[in-house]
């Protein structure tokens, strides 16, 4: 069962363009909520993380928002760069107690290709 | 360079064979925590362990398991190799036992492709 659902699966945007990416998801134990960027032949990195107590977190160009109601968040990225194309996965956890918990469930990502 | 070194990065076999994938984690972390990643599902949580002691365990398959060793370096075993378990298989670490309090760092992969 998939519980953190990613769209769009692929995006294309030109230089300078705000591409943003969704996701939703369906536990509310989860509380900590990040983003990880993928170049090719490489491991995800963590790019920005947002915890539910703020609605808003901004780092460099990119931005996560977040709406609790509604349990969707997204990634924003101002000004898109060509280096900034790469695969983006959200994902999500619950704090606190043990066993399958602690995994951190991802989306299944979105391909972002940025043209010059 | 993320600090987590994953070995071997490519590893062709055949069909109900077994392999062993490597990892060491980072200096000074102390979880480790498995992934398969495939073109269809994405990244999939197989299993953590934490200084040594497995903590969480996703969908990963009988035929597989897992083990840390005292020095924290972990392995991955996969047995009786089916074509469907071709996957990038990638290792993550982290300071403390819980995914929520930080960041994990990934390893480059181990690009399995079985026959």
């Known amino acids: 069962q998939q519980q953190v659902k990613q769209s769009p699966q692929s995006l294309i945007v030109q230089k300078g363009g705000i591409p943003i990416i969704n996701c939703a998801y369906e536990?509310?134990?989860?509380?900590?909520f990040p983003w990880y960027q993928q170049f090719p032949g490489k491991g995800p990195a963590l790019l920005i993380a947002i915890r539910p107590d703020v609605s808003e977190k901004k780092e460099g160009r990119f931005t996560i928002s977040f709406n609790k109601s509604a349990k969707q968040f997204s990634l924003h990225i101002m000004d898109s760069q060509p280096g900034d194309s790469a695969t983006y996965f959200c994902?999500?956890?619950?704090?606190?107690?043990?066993?399958?918990?602690?995994?951190?469930?991802f989306g299944k990502g979105t391909l972002l290709t940025v043209n010059p | 360079d993320s600090g987590v070194t994953q070995t071997p990065k490519h590893l062709i076999t055949a069909t109900g064979q077994r392999v062993t994938l490597r990892c060491s984690p980072r200096s000074g972390d102390l979880s480790v925590y498995w992934y398969q990643q495939s073109l269809d599902q994405g990244l999939q949580f197989l299993i953590q362990?934490?200084?040594?002691?497995?903590?969480a365990k996703g969908n990963i398959l009988e035929r597989f398991s897992a083990q840390q060793f005292p020095d924290l370096h972990s392995e991955l075993n996969l047995s009786s190799l089916e074509l469907g378990d071709s996957a990038l298989y990638f290792c993550?670490?982290?300071?403390?036992?819980?995914?929520?309090?930080?960041?994990?760092?990934f390893g480059e992969g181990s690009r399995l492709t079985v026959l």
């Open positions: 994902a999500a956890t619950p704090g606190g107690s043990g066993g399958s918990n602690y995994k951190l469930t």
């Open positions: 362990y934490y200084n040594g002691e497995e903590r």
């Open positions: 993550a670490s982290s300071v403390g036992w819980s995914a929520s309090a930080g960041e994990l760092f």
């Open positions: 536990n509310t134990a989860f509380d900590y």
